[in-house]
């Protein structure tokens, strides 16, 4: 059987579909590059933003125009959140739940025999140690939990990925071990909140890290997005693993606005102030480190002083990476029953944060013009080069280089997206 995998969204869902891939690899499945050649079509949906779900459904219409006569799969998150607009998209289509993926290889037998098979619902099945397609093969994405426990009014991926369960550490470290051994540099530890891992099972997250820091080889790891209200019980333990020389010095923390009462109203469990005390200790202790925070435009309450309060945040931090998202209703959740704010009121306001975002972006890249890095090349670049992160996880091209070596470059110029370097002579 010869299948045709299309992935869409985070890298939690790029990891599924390597399993996917691994496991019908292991079964005599053969993966394709294109649609053209595929018997069966899977495609792993995200359902995160309005945008993301608007352009699954074309592409769901678009496959099957092109290819009427090929087998579909839908799975991803999509297929818990809106099982109605799929069954309208694809009424002929097979489904599989996130966490049913470890049923793909009979469920495509099953397809190519002619039924339509929607495998749906929670499972305790973990996803860790299963087999795995690596899309960059210098790159391990480790799945450490799934789901999450926390109720935010206007995120529907929580429907898809249910409460949070967090893998065995043991388990994690020896999946980290087998992708070292087989050559892999970077290890990325994935989940919808990193920083949750282990509340439900007794472990912890810097435990975890510590335990992967451990493993001899010269790798290095970077974790996944933290929630802040997952942080606060214990900032200087996840500080502390932070140090150690084989993590990205690269901190993902989500704050979506700058305003209390927003925040109150988000349902996020976390105030603005202890977000800046957060930021404010890692920078104290780890100098280095790179920030990057998410922001929700035009949240339904947010009006001009709490939009004011955000640009008054962001001038603060300095985050080198924002992730701007602008408000728009998903299925099921609480703030869709909320009006919307206008259209041109969302424009302006984008606009202004994207304006600022760039800037700063560029001045913190800027700052390290001159400087020394010690980067690891992980693949070649779009348009030439070979791309490289900095031990703050900071992009970085480079005209040549070995791809996996370890390379100290010196910084000669700087975009708001990435750094330009030369290898030292």
């Not at 694809?90 to 996130?98: F, H, K, L, N, Y």
């Not at 429907?159 to 949070?164: D, I, N, T």
């Not at 929630?227 to 500080?239: A, F, T």
């Not at 606009?351 to 700052?367: G, H, M, P, Q």
Request: glycine share 8%.
């Amino acid at each position: 059987m010869k299948i045709y995998i299309d992935t869409f969204g985070c890298t939690f869902n790029q990891a599924d579909s390597q399993i996917m891939a691994g496991l019908l690899t292991n079964n005599d499945g053969t993966l394709t590059d294109s649609p053209d050649d595929a018997d069966v079509i899977i495609m792993n949906t995200c359902y995160v933003k309005h945008p993301t779900e608007q352009k699954v459904l074309n592409n769901i219409r678009k496959m099957k125009k092109q290819f009427p006569e090929k087998k579909l799969i839908i799975t991803g998150c999509m297929v818990e959140i809106d099982p109605t607009k799929l069954e309208k998209a694809a009424p002929d289509a097979s489904w599989i739940g996130p966490h049913k993926i470890q049923s793909t290889p009979s469920i495509v037998e099953s397809v190519l025999e002619g039924k339509i098979i929607r495998s749906t619902g929670y499972s305790n099945e973990s996803k860790v140690c299963l087999p795995k397609i690596r899309s960059n093969p210098l790159i391990h994405i480790i799945q450490i939990c799934e789901g999450c426990d926390g109720a935010c009014t206007y995120c529907c991926t929580r429907f898809a990925r249910g409460p949070l369960q967090s893998y065995p550490s043991t388990m994690i470290k020896k999946e980290a071990e087998q992708a070292i051994s087989e050559g892999c540099c970077e290890i990325q530890l994935t989940a919808q909140d990193s920083a949750a891992y282990g509340k439900d099972t007794g472990e912890s997250l810097p435990s975890l890290m510590n335990k992967i820091a451990d493993i001899n080889g010269d790798f290095r790891i970077r974790v996944g997005m933290m929630h802040p209200k997952s942080m606060l019980g214990d900032v200087e333990g996840i500080i502390n693993a932070f140090k150690r020389d084989k993590l990205y010095k690269f901190l993902h923390i989500p704050i979506q606005s700058g305003s209390n009462i927003v925040l109150n109203e988000m349902n996020r469990c976390h105030t603005v102030e202890e977000f800046k005390t957060i930021i404010s200790r890692f920078k104290e202790e780890i100098p280095e480190i790179s920030i990057s925070t998410d922001i929700i435009v035009g949240y339904p309450t947010e009006d001009d002083e709490a939009f004011s309060d955000t640009i008054k945040l962001i001038n603060e931090i300095k985050p080198d990476l924002i992730h701007i998202s602008k408000y728009m209703h998903r299925p099921g959740t609480t703030s869709s029953n909320l009006e919307e704010i206008g259209y041109e009121t969302m424009k302006k306001r984008s606009k202004e944060l994207t304006n600022l975002k760039s800037d700063i972006s560029l001045e913190k890249n800027l700052e390290l013009v001159g400087t020394q890095q010690h980067v690891l090349i992980t693949g070649k670049g779009s348009k030439g080069g070979y791309v490289g992160r900095t031990n703050s996880y900071k992009t970085v091209i480079i005209e040549s280089a070995e791809i996996g070596t370890f390379l100290d470059v010196i910084i000669t110029g700087a975009k708001s997206t990435y750094l330009i370097g030369v290898i030292e002579q």
